[in-house]
T-cell receptor, first 111, second 114 residues
């Protein structure tokens, strides 16, 4: 069974204070790892897909990296509008193609 | 705006009742996924349809059922509702049917069972 564990559960940062969110996973044959952002009361919004260890993707202040056991979402010089819950999901190589989601990291950036 | 629409936005009902949630995927997307998100369970996959056919099933209760119509919109039917069914229900859509493509989520339907 695929498993995804995200840490920390919650993170408070000052504006401009860079940090990283962690997503540890166990999966039988990784087909893809996904990062989503979710604002309160809204649906998750797609950020990145990573397919293989060593891959990196960037979008504005966010950078996602992938190893064989975990992924990091690095947030550089965050702003208050980056406050959200960040979800990580994996898709394994079994018969089902459905992603398994982690519980998320709730990020609050104070001005 | 993801292009995925869900109705209604909010639904309040009583235990034992039956409700139907509706989802219209993004234009061109053939796959529709249903998820349940509660405070204690996180985001849980329920079921996927691809071009009208059931493609994958997750932790969906027997009291729940879904279908995808020829125009590709989908409905999730929840019956014999219990207090524990109170949650946010999200629909997502994607172009392909194998889940590798990024999924675009709708705004969700908040179900409250009293």
């Amino acid at each position: 069974e695929d498993q995804v564990t995200q840490s920390p559960e919650a993170l408070r940062l000052q504006e401009g204070e860079s940090s990283s969110l962690n997503c540890s996973y166990t999966v039988s044959g990784l087909r893809g790892l996904f990062w989503y952002r979710q604002d309160p009361g809204k649906g998750p919004e797609f950020l990145f897909t990573l397919y293989s260890a060593g891959e990196e993707k960037e979008k504005e202040r966010l950078k996602a990296t992938l190893t064989k056991k975990e992924s990091f979402l690095h947030i550089t010089a965050p702003k208050p509008e980056d406050s959200a819950t960040y979800l990580c999901a994996v898709q394994g190589g079994g018969g089902s193609y459905i992603p398994t989601f982690g519980r998320g990291t709730s990020l609050i950036v104070h001005p | 705006d993801s292009g995925v629409t869900q109705t209604p936005k909010h639904l309040i009902t009583a235990t034992g009742q039956r409700v139907t949630l509706r989802c219209s995927p993004r234009s061109g997307d053939l796959s529709v996924y249903w998820y349940q998100q509660s405070l204690d369970q996180g985001l849980q996959f329920l079921i996927q349809y691809y071009n009208g056919e059931e493609r994958a099933k997750g932790n969906i209760l027997e009291r729940f059922s879904a279908q995808q119509f020829p125009d590709l919109h989908s409905e999730l039917n929840l019956s014999s509702l219990e207090l524990g069914d109170s949650a946010l229900y999200f629909c997502a859509s994607s172009v392909g049917g194998q889940g590798l493509n990024e999924q675009f989520f709708g705004p969700g339907t908040r179900l409250t069972v009293l």
